[in-house]
C-alpha cells in the first residue's frame, strides 16, 4: 500500500483531500508517519465507499453517529441487504468442540507461597544479587536447613511474608503474567529455579495444583456459535471491502488490500 505524488485522492470523483488524512493520522498510530497516513487514507477511502454504496441503496445516514460509529452500522446494514452470511450450524459446531475439546476446561487453580527478593530491574548489580539470595534460599529449602515460613519472614519483601508466604489461591489473571506463566507449569512442591518477573525474584513453593476440568458442549455450545459465526462475519465483510475497492475508480493511491484494515 502507498502514496503516489498526488497530494489528493479521488474515490468514484468524490475527493479526500491531504488536509482530510493528516486531520486523521492522529488515529493510526505506526512505525513511521508514512504507514500512519496510508493507514489514514485506506481508513477514509473505505469510508467514502461505504457511505457511497448505502446511499444508492438508500440506506439513511446516522447524523448523531460518529464515523466510526456510522461506517459500521452502514457496513451492517450493507451485508444484510447484499450479502448472505451462513450461520454455524449444530452440527459446526459439535464438530469444532471435538477437534478442540483440550481447550474447553475450567480454569486451573493453584495454592502457593512465594519469598519475593525486591530488585530494580533497571539495577543490573543489584538484580544479580537479588538473583544469588534467591537461589541461595532455595539451597537452604532443599537442604532442610530452614522452612519456607522462616525464610518468608526474614527476606521476603512482599506483605504475603506474615502469613508465611502464603498467596492463598490462585487462578489466571490473578498474578503478573510473567510469573503465573512459569508457577502454572510447574509441578507441585518447591520451583528448583527463581522466577524472574518485574518486581524481582520469586523462591515459589507450589503446594497444590488443580487441574482444569473438561466442559461439555452444552456449556459452551453458544460461545462456539459466537466464534465461528464471528468467523464468517470477518471473511465475508472482508470480501465485500475487497470488492467495493475493486470496483471503484480510485486515483491517487495504490490499494493493497488485507484483513487489517478491517481492525481500523
Known sequence: MSLTNTPDITVNGKTISAAMIDAEVQYHPAESRRQAMVKAAETLI????VTQ???EKGIPLNPKSDAIEQNSQLIDSLLASEVCVPEATTEECER?????KGT?????????????IASDPKDLEHRAESHALAVN????????ESTFGELAKQFSSCPSKDVDGSLGQLSYGQTVREFERQVFAASEGLMPQPVETRYGYH????????DGKPLSFDMVSEKIKQYLNDKVHRKALSQYLHR????????GFKFEFDDSMLMQ
Open 244 to 251: 467495493l475497492v475493486s470496483e471503484a475508480d480510485i486515483q
Open 137 to 144: 534460599l532455595i539451597h537452604k529449602l532443599q537442604g532442610g
Open 104 to 116: 474447553f476446561k475450567t480454569a486451573p487453580l493453584i495454592e502457593a507461597s512465594h519469598i519475593l
Open 203 to 210: 523462591v515459589v513453593l507450589v503446594a497444590r495444583k488443580v
Open 46 to 49: 473505505i469510508g467514502e465507499l
Open 53 to 55: 454504496k448505502a446511499m
Open 96 to 100: 469444532y468442540y471435538s477437534a478442540n
